[in-house]
Nanobody, 126 residues
Framework: QVQLVESGGGSVQAGGSLRLSCAAFGYTYNTYYMGWFRQAPGKEREGVAAVDSGGGRTNYADSVKGRFTISHDNAKNTLYLQMNSLKPEDTAKYYC???????????????????WGQGTQVTVSS
């Protein structure tokens, strides 16, 4: 049974940083991609960043390029999202997700993902 567990959310002031983690359990597939999504109240869930299972290919939403970095530790089966220069508009609940497929680049469309975590809240104050 695939399980994704996010952590690391919290409240920060604008300009601050947070690192989100997503521990993955219950699968041993070698080919997959993983992504981070976010959803603010009243808005659709949007893709933020994605990475392939090898960690060599990444994909970012324009709104976070240059500020966020996605990475994956294969040994720990953990996904990370380093978020710097945070803005109030980054406030949302952040979710990690995965799918056992291969895509180049790893996708940011939520329809491309099969398994989801429960999310962790990020709040950025001005």
């Amino acid at each position: 049974q695939v399980q994704l567990v996010e952590s690391g959310g919290g409240s920060v002031q604008a300009g601050g940083s947070l690192r989100l983690s997503c521990a993955a359990f219950g699968y041993t597939y070698n080919t997959y991609y993983m992504g981070w999504f976010r959803q603010a109240p009243g808005k659709e869930r949007e893709g933020v960043a994605a990475v392939d299972s090898g960690g060599g290919r990444t994909n970012y939403a324009d709104s976070v390029k240059g500020r966020f970095t996605i990475s994956h530790d294969n040994a720990k089966n953990t996904l990370y999202l380093q978020m710097n220069s945070l803005k109030p508009e980054d406030t949302a609940k952040y979710y990690c997700a995965t799918a056992f497929r291969y895509r180049i680049p790893p996708p940011l469309r939520r329809q491309e993902y099969t398994y989801w975590g429960q999310g962790t809240q990020v709040t950025v104050s001005s």
